[in-house]
């Protein structure tokens, strides 16, 4: 079964301290991973996913098989990036994308 | 260009009654999908189209959800007999392919009292 979890609803920093959103997954096969945000008032858009390797507003995330995570990090956290942070998996041969709970980010100056 | 729209934004009904979503896709996106999303969770899947066809549709969680798609883009989800528990933002995505990113649309607030 996929399953996806994000053990933080909440978690706060300060602005320019480093910031990392724990994500967990479970998953027999090869699974696509995906971070998706929504900032407030707005939709939800997809920020990075694993096989891009990219960093996206500072943004990265790892997948690490052998500990079934990919985290989200960011070394120095700005305002602007309070936000509600999903992470998803995506089984490798079907559609249905599972979505974490959720974690609410929020830095302050 | 537009993104994915959806009407109406906010819905109140009464239990029992049935209701009616409407997904306008970004132009030319054949995947489409439709999520649920409940109060302090992810969204979570409920169908998938491609093209005219409902590829997936394991996540609609009974007999009263359904959805349609007739013309490869505009896409209607169903509620028949609808129950409070049903109460949820309901968002679409669509893409250029199943392996494209989703872009999300703002979601239709479905309140049943």
């Known amino acids: 079964a996929q399953r996806v979890t994000q053990p933080e609803k909440l978690l706060s920093v300060f602005k320019g301290a480093p910031v990392e959103l724990k994500c967990n997954y479970s998953?027999?096969?090869?699974?696509?991973l995906f971070w998706y945000v929504q900032y407030s008032r707005q939709r939800l858009q997809l920020l990075l996913r694993h096989i891009s390797r990219e960093s996206i507003k500072g943004f990265t995330a790892d997948l690490n098989k052998g500990e079934t995570s990919f985290h989200l990090k960011k070394p120095f956290a700005q305002e602007e990036d309070s936000a509600m942070y999903y992470c998803?998996?995506?089984?490798?041969?079907?559609?249905?994308?599972?979505f974490g709970a959720g974690t609410r980010l929020t830095v302050k100056p | 260009g537009a993104g994915v729209s959806q009407t109406p934004s906010n819905k109140v009904t009464e239990k029992g009654k049935y209701v009616e979503l409407r997904c306008d896709p970004i132009?030319?996106?054949?995947?489409l999908y439709w999520y649920r999303q409940s109060l302090g969770q992810g969204p979570e899947f409920l169908i998938y189209?491609?093209?005219?066809?409902?590829?997936?549709d394991s996540g609609l969680p009974n007999d009263r959800f359904f959805a349609v798609r007739p013309e490869g883009s505009v896409s209607t989800l169903k509620i028949q007999r609808t129950e409070r528990g049903d109460s949820a933002v309901y968002l679409c995505?669509?893409?250029?392919?199943?392996?494209?990113?989703?872009?999300f649309g703002p979601g239709t607030r479905l309140t049943v009292l």
């Open positions: 998803a998996l995506k089984g490798h041969n079907n559609n249905d994308m599972r």
């Open positions: 189209f491609q093209g005219t066809g409902a590829a997936d």
């Open positions: 998953y027999s096969g090869s699974p696509e």
């Open positions: 132009s030319g996106h054949t995947a």
């Open positions: 995505a669509s893409g250029r392919a199943s392996t494209d990113t989703q872009y």
